[in-house]
């Protein structure tokens, strides 16, 4: 049996290693640590979840302590891309806990926070640095960070940077990085597209793999029932009432969407938090928080907020939306049935997405069990509570103008600077509705004639 004193890491990685009460290490770990430690490039296929944080950040602090030399000025030695901040802060903080009997320094930068700081971590120079890729651009154009001195060069979760719309952050990066370092590369699905975008950042890689492509975990038992859009939430409401639940998860494909979820949760006194790109850090970072600690046990995310955050003990995923790419739907799932526990997850299916989960089904081969709708479930849905208010100040930077302001300059983590994230989770709503489903100021400009839209002159009549 493979240990961790097997793979001849530094003692104190080692140390450690014991203190986190690590004992064996995980398939991804077993099988990408050794040849890491020789120095090769690597594709993995791996979501999070299977240890593959430790499995590529062990063998890096092992080469950084190994080979110590001074770091510049506004520079890193290693450098880690994450889609989300929230990745990003989990990866920094894995690496502080495997590195925290060295003397490495690791660093973050994500939108969303001040930049003012960020810029003074990096002027003495850090061994680690984990960053989405916007708000390092925008660090390297302000002169606060330069690339040439990365050894070590990380694009984890690939797969998620491109739905994102980073693909063009990603080259213009490449470009800035030294020819000789050694490359890793992760990605949960290896779509042709992304084996191809691996090519062009890896030399002769090592792969390695731990999730079959698209399919789904064995341990997870899938439901799906059919029900009408407008009688989700009740059907939501009964789920929670009378299952046994640990800790849920529920999927909605937009922000406003998710926020609806929470005010009718709320509506009828079930606590909930929301977390989707338009909350505030600190609004995420409490929310999640609360979430591990077990204090709510009800997240209502979407996916590109959800994607990567590693909670344990999440025991149902609830796709109250069906997501339209079938990957979408085995990452979700995915945060369910983690380290051999088993997972339920269940979803509702309204007319217009039985297309979607079709596909789903054939894509991850495997046939959702059908789950009826509940007895009496017309009741149910008459009965259905009434939504909280809105909160006044939800902090959500969809409300606040001068906060979108400032974020827009400063350059934001989750979309950043690429603004062509997936539909329902791209910047501040521009609809009827705020992120939070409350009413925006009416429009201004009234249409003056039914069939010809509001700005008079601006739409021609044709016949
Ligand atoms: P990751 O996929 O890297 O986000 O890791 C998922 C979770 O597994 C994290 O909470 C890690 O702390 C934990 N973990 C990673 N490697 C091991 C290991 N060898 N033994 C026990 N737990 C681990």
């Not at 060295?102 to 850090?126: C, E, M």
């Not at 025991?315 to 739907?329: G, M």
């Amino acid at each position: 049996m493979t240990t961790f004193n097997d793979f001849g890491l530094h003692a104190d990685i080692n140390r450690a290693l014991a203190a986190k009460d690590y004992t064996q290490p995980t398939p991804i770990q077993m099988q990408a640590i050794p040849p890491l430690m020789k120095g090769r490039d690597l594709c993995g296929i791996a979501q999070t979840g299977t240890g593959k944080t430790a499995g590529f950040s062990l063998p890096s602090i092992h080469h950084l302590i190994t080979y110590p030399h001074k770091t510049n000025p506004r520079s890193c030695r290693m450098l880690v891309l994450a889609p989300t901040r929230e990745l990003a802060a989990q990866i920094a903080q894995s690496c502080r806990d495997y590195g925290r009997f060295t003397k490495l320094r690791v660093s973050t930068v994500f939108g969303g926070v001040p930049v003012g700081k960020q810029i003074r971590d990096l002027a003495q120079g850090v061994e680690i640095l984990v960053a989405t890729p916007g708000r390092l651009l925008d660090l390297i154009d302000q002169r606060a960070l330069r690339l040439d001195d990365v050894e070590i060069f990380v694009l984890d979760e690939a797969d998620q940077m491109m739905d994102m719309g980073f693909i063009h952050s990603l080259r213009r990066i490449a470009k800035l990085l030294p020819s000789r370092r050694q490359n890793l590369f992760f990605s949960a699905t290896m779509p042709k597209e992304i084996a191809h975008l691996a090519e062009q950042f890896l030399e002769d890689p090592v792969t390695v793999s731990v999730t079959p492509q698209a399919t789904t975990a064995e341990k997870i038992r899938q439901f799906s029932t059919f029900v009408e859009q407008k009688e989700k939430q009740a059907l939501l409401h009964h789920v929670i009432k009378t299952s046994d639940i640990d800790r849920a998860l529920i999927f909605t494909r937009t922000k406003h969407g998710a926020d609806r979820v929470v005010r009718h949760l709320k509506g009828a006194g079930i606590e909930a938090f929301a977390i989707h790109g338009n909350k505030s850090q600190a609004q995420r970072t409490t929310a999640l928080q609360a979430f591990r600690s077990g204090q709510v046990r009800l997240l209502v995310a979407t996916d590109i907020a959800a994607r990567g955050i590693d909670v344990s003990g999440v025991s149902h995923v609830i796709n109250f939306e069906i997501p339209n790419v079938p990957e979408q739907y085995v990452h979700r799932i995915g945060r369910t049935a983690r380290a051999g526990a088993e997972g339920i997850a269940i979803s509702f299916v309204a007319p217009d997405e039985r297309t979607y989960m079709r596909d789903i089904e054939r894509v991850t081969r495997t046939k959702s069990e059908p789950m009826a709708l509940p007895e009496g479930f017309n009741e149910l849905v008459r009965n259905l509570p009434k939504p909280a208010a809105p909160p006044r100040d939800t902090g959500s930077k969809g409300r606040n103008p001068q906060r979108q302001r400032d974020e827009a300059l400063a350059g934001r983590g989750e979309g950043g600077r690429g603004g062509n994230q997936p539909r329902g989770d791209r910047g501040p709503r521009r609809d009827g509705a705020a992120a939070d489903g409350q009413p925006q100021r009416k429009r201004r400009f009234r249409p003056r004639n039914k069939s010809v839209g509001a700005h008079k002159g601006a739409v021609k009549r044709v016949g």
